[in-house]
């Protein structure tokens, strides 16, 4: 595969925030001042490249780890239920490189990150209003399963709270 990853590196910010906000409302819009606060938030933030231009980043995955001081909705709900975990904020890949493998080579990373730091579970959600039937479609691939509902966002957004089990044979 001609695909590498790598961590985000602060001259990615303005690709990362032009592919951000190309996938709304997959994922909520940010500008560079929120955005910015994110990645400096997160645990772990991974671009996916192609290795004849590493420069341009292709996809990307922003993560975050128990006890972090994240004020997300989702988040919140996950932190409440588990202390073992690895918390996907968003996972985002270009439509220009869409089914290439890019975003299960993210979540190998990410899974792998997960590992090692001995998480139990990877955590995510996906919208089920708006509805975006292709991500949980990956998702349920990849062996997430939904564990609950909510209503995020003053009521404009509902999602599946999905996880997956870190383990020996898991991917």
């Given at each position: 595969m001609p695909y590498s990853l790598r961590p985000l590196l602060p001259s990615d910010a303005a690709t990362v925030l032009g592919l951000n906000n190309a996938a709304?409302?997959?994922?909520?819009?940010?500008?560079?001042a929120s955005l910015t606060a994110l990645l400096a938030a997160g645990s772990q933030?991974?671009?996916?490249?192609h290795d004849a231009a590493p420069g341009d980043v292709l996809g990307f995955?922003?993560?975050?780890?128990?006890?972090?001081?994240?004020?997300?909705?989702?988040?919140?709900?996950?932190?409440?239920?588990?202390?073992?975990?690895?918390?996907v904020d968003r996972i985002v890949v270009s439509d220009e490189a869409r089914n290439q493998g890019l975003g299960a080579l993210l979540y190998t990373a990410i899974f792998?990150?997960?590992?090692a730091a001995d998480a139990g579970q990877v955590f995510c959600e996906v919208n089920i209003a708006p509805?975006?039937?292709?991500?949980?479609?990956?998702?349920?691939?990849?062996?997430?399963?939904?564990?609950?509902?909510?209503?995020?966002?003053?009521?404009?957004?509902?999602?599946?709270?999905?996880s997956a089990a870190v383990g020996p044979g898991v991917r």
């Open positions: 709304v409302p997959a994922v909520n819009a940010h500008d560079e933030a991974i671009a996916v490249v995955a922003v993560l975050f780890g128990v006890d972090a001081d994240y004020a997300s909705e989702n988040y919140q709900w996950f932190s409440a239920r588990s202390d073992s975990f690895l918390y792998a990150a997960a590992a509805a975006n039937p292709r991500s949980l479609a990956f998702h349920s691939r990849l062996g997430f399963v939904p564990i609950g509902e909510q209503s995020t966002k003053g009521g404009t957004v509902v999602v599946s709270l999905l």
